[in-house]
């Protein structure tokens, strides 16, 4: 009895596992089987592969052939597997040696003509692969930039299931196509790739919004703007990406991991800028979190991992979706539950909501164009519920702008020279935290700033919460901010004025 085995790598969420294939041709009926927990798409599997390796010149048995993918107990899904499910039945055959497989990571999607297309979540497979001592892969050449990126790995490329049957010295009848997408190897360089940014010098105005995105920038906190229509809200946060602290190679590869499974790396490339999100605001629970049949894919929460996830409008999202929010604000990860298992997903973003003060949006300021009556607006701002607004640091006005400035020197401050600010505070904030391991002062425990808060900055924070100005939260969190100021000053502990501009930060009403 002969035994064809492969290998492959599955995916629950962005961990990563190894799946051992082994295939078996026994006598009966011409039957083709997969068994180990596949899902509808790795059942059909069955026809491509067939067809695929009839495309190159192999004659498939007439009889039954079994194809088991271990372990059992671990739902498998998509189409990547297909290449090692081929490479299994030929090693079982006899086409190739049994034995040529061994320790070799097989990926790959196959076509009914035989040709091998690209797969999504290469980038977190290989960097599973590496991990775990599996330096041999196969992968898609349509997959070749990609598979590039990952140090530590020896990645053989093919673009038909016969090339597959050439690398291991069996003959095979096939033609490639160049015209074929799965076999284009004009990718861009994912190496180099940058998304533009704009720049928040191109914002007129808004001194004080800008302001406080550098705080949060600088601190890892989150942002509530509200303001009228027209004022900017939006193009302050779109720029806000360009003033953050670079992403570091290993958050690099973290957020490229989490784009190479939804499939848009391609797009982005490998980038030190932080990752922005803007789900509308009609978005659904799943769109947010995550969800899908089988096993859930990743959310805008998620895809929002390590940069910004920007809600306008942010009374308009339905209650239910907002609520979810609060567990990934909290613990930066989100668990997905469908009904063949649990994904989890990081979920470690800064949340930037921007608002109307009311539905029409000119309840500002003397409220003349207001047309909304006095319950709509209290319902419009409720939805924002009172836990949701206690989890924004701060809360900051956009208002109008009166006059524009058309002298050169009444172009704002570049989003460069704001970034050097905010990576000096995250650098003196990581020093500070070096035993600790939190890597900002948004992630500081409240002991630990209860027990490193200078008296006379405690003493203004327990006025605010003698006053009722703060929750126990909101306490924390101004001395958060407090922090962050103290390091953008460049002063080693906050003082009652920082404390008293971060209290400020986080209760300022639009006027």
Partial sequence: ??????????????????????????PGLPYFSII????????????????????????????????NMSPASLPKRGSSHDLAIAAAVLSASGVVPHDCMVGVVVLGEVNLDGSVHAIDGL???????????????IVPRANRDEAELVDGVEPRYVSHVGELMEMFGAHAAYTLRDEDPGIADGRADLGTMAMPVGDMA???????????????????????????????KTMLASRMPGIMAPLDERDQFEVASIRSLCGTLGAYGITDV????????TATVPALVGGGSGIGKPGAVTRAHRGVLFMDEAPEFAPRALQTLREPLESGVVAVSRSKGTAIYPASFQLVMAANPCPCGYGYGTGERCTC????????????????????????PVNPISRIGVAPTARGETSEAVRARVVAARDIARRRF??????????????????????????????????????????DRSMRLAWTLADLAGHGRPDANDMTEAIALRTKELT
């Fill in 1 to 26: 009895m002969v035994i064809g085995n492969a290998l492959s790598v599955g995916l629950i969420g962005l961990k990563a596992f190894t799946i051992q294939l082994q295939a078996f041709i026994s």
């Fill in 36 to 67: 180990g927990l596949p899902d509808a798409s790795l059942s059909e599997a069955r026809e491509r592969v067939k067809s695929g390796c009839a495309a190159s010149g192999f004659t498939w048995p007439q009889t039954r052939v079994t194809v």
């Fill in 123 to 137: 980038l977190p497979i290989l960097l599973h692969a590496r991990d775990a001592g599996l330096r041999h892969v």
């Fill in 202 to 232: 191109e914002v007129v105005g808004q001194q004080p919004a800008k302001r406080a995105l550098e705080v949060a920038a600088a601190g890892g906190h989150h942002v509530l703007m509200v303001g009228p229509p027209g004022t900017g």
């Fill in 274 to 281: 932080p990752p922005f999100e803007a789900p509308h605001h």
């Fill in 373 to 396: 009556r006095e319950r709509d607006r209290i319902r419009y701002f409720a939805r924002l519920s009172g836990p949701i607004l206690d989890r924004i640091d701060i809360q900051v």
């Fill in 434 to 475: 070096a035993e600790t391991g939190w890597g900002c002062n948004a992630q500081a425990s409240g002991t630990w700033l209860r027990a490193h808060t200078p008296t006379e900055a405690l003493d203004v924070v327990n006025e605010a919460l003698g006053a009722q100005r703060l929750s126990l939260r909101g306490a």
